[in-house]
């Protein structure tokens, strides 16, 4: 199974979800599955709606990972529409008090102090954030 996240940077910081399943707290960058039918681009178009509530406008492929079993595919992405805040897609239907969601910007400078996930992509961030922030 593909999934895909974006990678949004903007002022120093990158554009997480905070989340809390299970009794474990960690970050991670919005996004989801691939479902049948669609691009990468539109899975990830359609998942920065429902996970943070803006329009993204997709650019190149930064990192492939395995993760949890599952091939990710990480790509750059800019916000063109709306405001970061919670979204309405099913994950927010889903949550209770061991499992949550929250749309945070963590500073860039700060990355290791949080357990972002997947650990690989936190040290890319942190370490080229120039090629981040370029125009894609």
Known sequence: MLRVRAVIVNNGRVLTLERHK???HFWCFPGGE???????KEALERECLEEVNVGITVG?????????????????GRIVKGKVSR???P???????TNSYRPVWLPIKDLDK???RPNGLRDKVHTNTDAYTKKI
């Open 60 to 76: 190149k492929k930064i990192h492939r990972q395995d993760f949890e079993g599952q091939q990710v595919d990480f790509y750059l």
């Open 22 to 24: 299970q009794g474990d």
């Open 87 to 89: 979204g309405s897609g």
């Open 34 to 40: 691939i479902e049948k039918g669609e691009s990468a």
């Open 91 to 97: 994950e927010y239907l889903q949550q209770d008090r």
């Open 114 to 116: 949080y357990d972002l």
